[in-house]
Structures are given as C-alpha cells and as structure tokens.
C-alpha cells in the first residue's frame, strides 16, 4: 500500500471530550486524518508550529539535538498502522548508510517531524480504514451524523481551531 504526504492542518479541541486533535491533511488533497493525541503532546506540536521559542529545550527539541550530536538525521515519518483504533507511527533515521526505524506515537512522531523539517506520511490503507469506518458508522443516522471529516473542518469556525497551518 502506497504512502501519502500530509501536513499538520490543524490542532482543535474535541468538544465532546476536552480532548486535543491533530488534524492531518493531504498534501494537495481533501482527505483528513484525525487523531486524538495527548494535551503535552498537542502542545509540543503546537508550539514548533508556531515557533514558540524557550530558553531551555523541550522534550522533543532535546532529543532532536542529541540525535544530531550522534550524527543520525531524520529522515522522515510515517503513521504506519491502526489497531483497536490505536494509531502506530515510525520515525525514520539514517545513520551513516544504515536506515533504522522506531516505534512512536503518532503525536510524537509528528513533534519530531516538525523539528527535523521532514515529511509526514500516512500510510493509504489507514486513510480508506477511517473513511470506511466512518462511512459504516453514519450509515442510517440523521443527516448531521453523515458529515464527512472535510465538511465537519469546513464548517467550523476558525475561532474553534487552536491552531492552524
């Protein structure tokens, strides 16, 4: 299965839960990935985003600079998998001509993609998993519950979105 490039579109607040969400975009494409991640987490993406600068590094800056003091690059990311509605992510590292790959939370993940400057990729299969789902789950509702993730983002206010790209 092919692998397709997004960008961080968005970061909102769930309304239901008070729960951050990272809404990933296809790069010159309508579809959306929604992911429900941590508060810490949003707040790490959310702050590369908006290039909020501390006098002391953050987690992920941290091991940003210790990665690049051992000379291993990012490479790039990818949200690899979804099992039992948890979402898999690998960052990838080139050290030397050996590519290695490790585990992460997509909101990680997405934290280190920002910092190194590298691209963010969602496997296909995920995206055709959730519009599936989706699609199963507003089968027979009412009509407000059939709303796909792009129309829900189109209608929102830009007050309702913490930040967006």
Not at 43 to 69: C, G, Q, V, W, Y
Not at 115 to 134: F, K, M, T, Y
Not at 137 to 158: M, N, R, T, Y
């Amino acid at each position: 299965m092919m692998n397709i490039s997004v960008y961080v579109h968005a970061i909102t607040i769930d309304p239901d839960t008070n729960s951050p969400i990272m809404i990933l975009k296809e790069t010159g494409g309508d579809r959306t990935l929604p992911i429900w991640i941590g508060l810490l987490e949003a707040t790490a993406i959310a702050t590369e985003m908006e290039k909020i600068e501390f006098s002391r590094p953050m987690t992920h800056d941290l091991l940003i600079n210790i990665l690049n003091a051992a000379g291993i690059e990012v490479i790039r990311v990818e949200v690899s998998a979804m099992k039992d509605n948890t979402y898999y992510a690998l960052v990838a590292m080139r050290h030397g001509d050996k590519e290695v790959h490790v585990d992460a939370r997509p909101s990680d993940a997405v934290a280190i993609a920002l910092r190194a400057g590298v691209e963010i990729l969602v496997n296909e299969s995920i995206i055709r998993q959730v519009q599936s789902s989706s699609d199963q789950i507003s089968a027979g509702k009412g009509v407000a519950d059939q709303k796909s993730w792009a129309e829900i983002l189109d209608e929102l206010d830009p007050g309702d979105f913490k930040y967006k790209m």
